[in-house]
């Protein structure tokens, strides 16, 4: 196969598409290394770290215990020793300490299960023959309406040009055969994800790669829209007194999808391995029956019914019938994403699910075109040809309501592969800072809770506010998913005029011809239904991708600015003037040199702790403030004078132990005053690290918090633009 | 007179009535004074406390600079000194921190003026030429609706029974006039706030007060609302066109008003005193020339119009008749609430305004009374009585118009009345615990901000909800009004008998009359228009009766929790198990015993540092928490074994100089094992205060939030209910 061959030598970059928990923790870069043992050796505490007064792995040396599931653990029985100095936490650990919070964790685990081990992630792996009905429901379900996509354009030249719709079946086939055999190709190339985002931006560069990922998240969203409203239309189709509840159904739908995959990967292939494979065998049935019929004709045609044409046979409606039918094609590159889910070798197994699927797809949408030529069908509004078909075929007996029973099912189910992409795709993005870091956390059932629900709320939202009728976005999403298409195989050909492995001229015609025919299908779906709405996608693409590229340039600005540097004096040649600018590429400093400390001989502090009126709060957040042995000043904002002289009389009552001073605000304003009183001490000394110590009477009810000014948060957040002030939060626990 | 003995001889009492800003701070109670002086012993600080870094009066000695209006000062030089250790904050440090902030207090400028001092609190005071318009707009504005409320009664009975109107004004004068001698006598006893809740909390009970505040607050919202709407509904009758506009018109009025007395007293006054006088002698006028006419007539009354009788004439109907007229009388209240606001001598100006303010009213219904009758009007739909009577008195020129403009002018302003008593009658409750504190504070126009927009947002509300048409909700404020006439005047019964100073026979004598003429009323209006709404009122006084009580025991029992208590080793008899109850009625110990430190010596450290990656951020946490010089343990929450020894790599990278606790979660979570561990931590210690030291990545954009987890924030939220653990914030401010 030579397929060994052109995976990428590169171990490093190999095990960064691995999906992995510690994916949300980056190991530190060579640079950062060195720079941090620099700093490390000078670091001076100002006195020894005593011994602890506590034990830190809290004395567990017997083995932990088996921790209940519903029941309340101890917070010291949560943890067991693993190693010396580490712990491991049990389940209970992760539940909320609020009692509505412990609730909801609970009853999400009744709907999604237990939390599931890091240590399972490889266990969470699909078998081929789970892994094909799982990726394969929105590929193979696309054939329940692109050929009757195509015929409906055909259709408008009048009935004469349903006969062309033989030759476009030809070249959809080609097609579909290209775009398959390219990805064949690009699959053992990228063995860890063979998206297309990963090898747009691999290829052709970050924007591009961008281009292709913001395509596919419009198709993932749409896809989940169109194909529960599909599904939801076929069930109100059946049953019209359901009709009014179309959007509850279809959000309830949604969130079953939502509930399925929240579960872990093999959980949510176990619901979709039945509808496939029926919906496949009852298409198969169709052919078989109708051909069989045909054949006891002597395959002649029917010929379709007479409808009067709208417009003239031009290349244009050729051109659009053929973009139309293409949609037949949305959701091959399902596996491309998903190659990491799959058992090992990943590859291998990822590139032969793919060519079962190419090939299942291939006969099912060359019968149906050839069946529905020989029976004279047209489209016609009501019913779908699909239905029109089962009924000519299935004249009698069950098996017709069973075909639309099924193509009921794995429309409702293709959704699913949008479940599947959609957060793997955001993972990969996030990973180098495209999307929120968010999406790199793996929830505690192995799945990325964040990516699911985020696909769910905008599907929901896009099917909600359509009220149901969401038919009219099918033009939208073959838009996004050939911008794909295109972009991956055009990548692919830049890929092997690089690499150059063994037989790479003929990898590269097959992802030439595969880039040409898909975005021969993307200029011609763009345009042509730039009125129907592919407009939107022209739009909403290049916004995406400069969101995307913000996001990433704010990640990238922040890491720079946290990331380690040499310290200056340990610097390889440190500059005379190396005041403020430290070499090895140090970013300027951080707003305020009080800000600039990693060490802890260099920070000076000063403890100052606002203090409105003297009672056990604020004697204790005194307390805590002298017990800190710093140098430490109270400060007293008084609305007029006599106040002031009131409190400082307490004050000397107290035994005026602290350094006092009152500032009366004749505005008798408190927060204004008191942040710009320690902007100007900070001014005065601007490397002084202020500490504001300040009591917080923590209140149980929510209702009691509007009788209370809550000054601590509004201090708090007056002082977030300060730098060097740090604000420390001493919490009163009143008894009620 | 004999008002100075009358006095209450109580000078802490008096104090205690005054409106001052220093209200907010209570002073200390001697038991607090000494318990503090008894803790102040026993302090001992770790460490001296060294010479501080900074010079806490920034070092200013040379006088203040002259702030600019609208410049921004350094911070520095918006302090000046003006005793030893004491600043005076100038009025650019009330300006908050954020431009955006900034920006909304200037343009709150220049709507409502520059911030007024403390110091000004007393010429903020009103003469009587000032107060009288103030103060008697809503009680004058009455009679625009008293008279014609009576009649619309009456009439039910036919026309014969509308002569029955000049016995019911006789009965009614009397009733004005027993009431108005009652406050007289009110005044002088309560001279710093002779509100009904002052009134009849101290003589009758707390839950009594509250009553009487009750159907007051009710009163006031609904005048706001009802005579913004009667305003709005004169405008909208001359201008047909502005109708649709009702809705937006009356919450423009609302905010003018509002901002009107945000100004502060002086400038509201300023604003009232035209219209009200414009008004008095417009009703002047018009009686003169009627009366002229009516005697050029030989005061021979013309018969009325024929209306058939609806209802047989009942003592119901009378007695109702009797309550509506009744409406005339309401805002004869507004004085004894103002008295603080009145120049010296408080109460002898103000109980001369109210003797005018009476006089008045009475002349004025008297009068208009009398003229209706002899002109035989009846109310009827589309037209006021008092238009009628305009349009007779007034056959041509412009006087007709004129007075209905002072009519639609008073009955606007006349809710003004309310925004001078609404804010002050919260004030008293707050300063009782009865309503949320923050109705204490005087905003910087000394004028009490938070209860003058709660009118405001409260009246608008109702005017919104009943878009516009609020004349339904007229019925419901007498019942209110005259709740609290009869709580005041019952209870000043009690106080005379109580005091029987001079001449307490007779001032008993005549609050009696009033309280039984007002308790009749209020009867009548309760029964007699419960169905058309009064049912609100007897379910609203006692809902918040029940608020104002809970939120009363709110803040007991956080005052008793947080109040001053001798310590126990110094206590009088200290107990031999003095261990966890305190002598000298400690509350039982809140929460944990690591919060019941009010000395420095007691508090045990253990510094807590949650360490995610190493990077600036993180490394200057730990160098602040190691510079505290107190035991220090970092803790790193890995999602599964092999990033955690990763970490502990880099940890020995850096020189290992912290204990390190690794702790492994196999689930994923970070927040919940982290605030369990430290829980755990806890127990295993109660007595140490956990100090956990976050880093905390400051975001200046707000669209970057989503992008970050906030670690910070939430461990902050998991970690409140936990006793004994102080949270810090050690701020990074990232360059951008």
Redesign the interface.
Known sequence: MGAREVRRGDDEADRGTLV???A?????GPEE?AA??R???R?R???G???????????RNRPGPTPSRFGRL???D??TV?EP?????A????????RAGRMLTRLRRVLVGP?????AVLYERMRKVVALPILSSDLLSSIAYGPEAMLAVLVLAGSAALGLSLPLAALLVVLMIAVGLSYRQTIPAYPHGAGSYIVASDNLGTTTGLAAAAGLMLDYVLTVSVSIAAGVHAVTSALPGLAPATVPLGVLAIAVLLAGNLRGVRTAGNIFVLPTYAFVVAVLALLVIGYLRAAGRGFTAVPPPTVPAVEGLGLLVVLRAFASGAVSMTGIEAVSNAIPAFRRTEWRNARTTLSWMVAMLVVLFVGLVGLIHLNGLAPRPGETILSQLGRVTFPVGPWYALLQAATALILLLSANTAFNDFPRLLFFMARNGHA???FL????RLSFNNGLVALALAAAVIFAAFGGNTEALIPLFAVGVFLAFTLSQAGMVVHWRRHRDRGWRRRLAINAVGAALSGVVLLTAGIGKFAEGAWVVVIAVPLLVLLARR?QR??A??HH????HPPPSAGPAPPPSASGSAPGGA??G???SA?G??????????VVVPV??????S??AL??A????????A?H????????D??RE?WR???D?????????????VI??L???L???H???PE??L?VIVPE??L?RRW?R????RAEKRL?G?L????G????????????
């Open positions: 992995t928990p510690s949300e923790f980056p190991p530190l290394r941090l043992s700093i490390g050796e670091w505490a100002p006195r770290p005593d011994e602890l007064p506590v034990d830190p792995t809290l004395g101890t917070p010291i949560m943890f693993e100095d580490e712990l491991v936490a389940e209970p650990a992760n539940l909320p300490g609020s939390p599931l081990s890091s240590s929120p870091r968010r956390h793996l929830g505690d996001i704010h990640y600005t922040l600015a946290l990331a380690l970013p300027p951080p707003a305020g800000e400390e990693e060490l802890p001989q260099e920070v000076r502090h000063l409105a009126r003297l009672n056990r709060a004697l204790r307390a805590y002298a017990s800190l042995g710093q140098p430490t000043l400060v904002i008084a609305p007029e004078e006599a106040e002031s009131r409190f307490q009552a107290w035994g132990h602290l350094r006092l001073e009152t500032i009366v605000s004749p505005y008798r304003a204004g005053p942040a710009h009183y902007e100007a001490l001014a005065t000394r002084l690290t500490t009477v923590v149980r009691h509007p009788l209370h000014s708090r007056a977030r633009a300060l730098p002030v740090v604000v420390t939060s001493v919490p009163v626990h009143p008894p009620e």
